[in-house]
């Protein structure tokens, strides 16, 4: 079967740094997303990765290992507006979405 | 970026009732539109994967009759929601895939409540 791991849930402070972990197992691969959501909103894309490697947007980095089937995303300088859930996502080989449960980050003082 | 447009952003109907939902791409042709429900705190479902021109493909436990999908353009997808009770209460998301690349786009979801 397919399957997305993330956490649950993750905890940081403001100003820090967070990695938030992906693994995947799908049937074929042709990318992996990470989306942003805040409660009671709509998914926003952040990033998307094909190609082995670190991809850096800004204050977020994503970086994706195919062989290992995983990935994460790397937020830093946390900033309060960043406590959201955080969705990754792989495009298997019928180019379908299969998503993960998502993680809540939650940022405190 | 591309832009999904949702209408309405939230209803509120009677129990018995169907409510339309629709989902409209507003600056590129989607081949392809997928509709998702989010109860609170809980991750993204997708309930049908809707193509344009042919009928759409509803995930396990979905009800095809309950929720009624009709992709007839490359811009607009839409959800009924037939015969609504409460317990479809809940935020209606869709999103379109640019048939050019295989981004997702999504709409900015609809709340729909049914008392």
């Known amino acids: 079967g397919q399957n997305i791991d993330q956490p649950t849930e993750m905890t940081a402070t403001e100003g820090a740094i967070v990695q938030i972990n992906c693994t995947y197992q799908?049937?074929?691969?042709?990318?992996l997303f990470w989306y942003q959501q805040h409660a009671g909103e709509a998914p926003t894309f952040l990033s998307y990765?094909?190609l082995d490697g670190l991809e850096e947007k800004g204050r977020f980095s994503s970086f994706l290992s195919r062989s290992k089937g995983y990935s994460y995303l790397l937020l830093k300088e946390l900033q309060m507006k960043d406590s959201a859930s955080y969705l990754c996502?792989?495009?298997?080989?019928?180019?379908?979405?299969?998503w993960g449960a998502g993680t809540k980050l939650i940022i405190k003082p | 970026g591309a832009v999904v447009s949702q209408h309405p952003s939230w209803v509120i109907c009677k129990s018995g009732t169907s409510v339309k939902i629709e989902c409209r791409s507003l600056?590129?042709?989607?081949?392809?539109m997928f509709w998702y429900r989010q109860f609170p705190k809980q991750s993204l479902m997708l309930m049908a994967t809707?193509?344009?021109?042919?009928?759409?493909?509803?995930e396990q436990g979905v009800e095809k009759d309950k929720f009624l999908i009709n992709h007839a353009s490359l811009t607009l997808s839409t959800l009924t929601v037939t015969s609504a009770h409460p317990e479809d209460s809940s935020f209606y998301i869709c999103?379109?895939?640019?048939?050019?690349?295989?981004?997702?786009?999504f709409g900015p979801g609809t709340r729909l409540t049914v008392l």
């Open positions: 999103s379109a895939r640019d048939r050019r690349d295989h981004e997702q786009f």
């Open positions: 600056d590129f042709q989607a081949t392809t």
């Open positions: 809707s193509n344009e021109g042919s009928k759409a493909t509803y």
């Open positions: 799908t049937s074929g691969f042709n990318g």
């Open positions: 990765n094909v």
């Open positions: 996502a792989v495009l298997d080989s019928n180019y379908q979405l299969i």
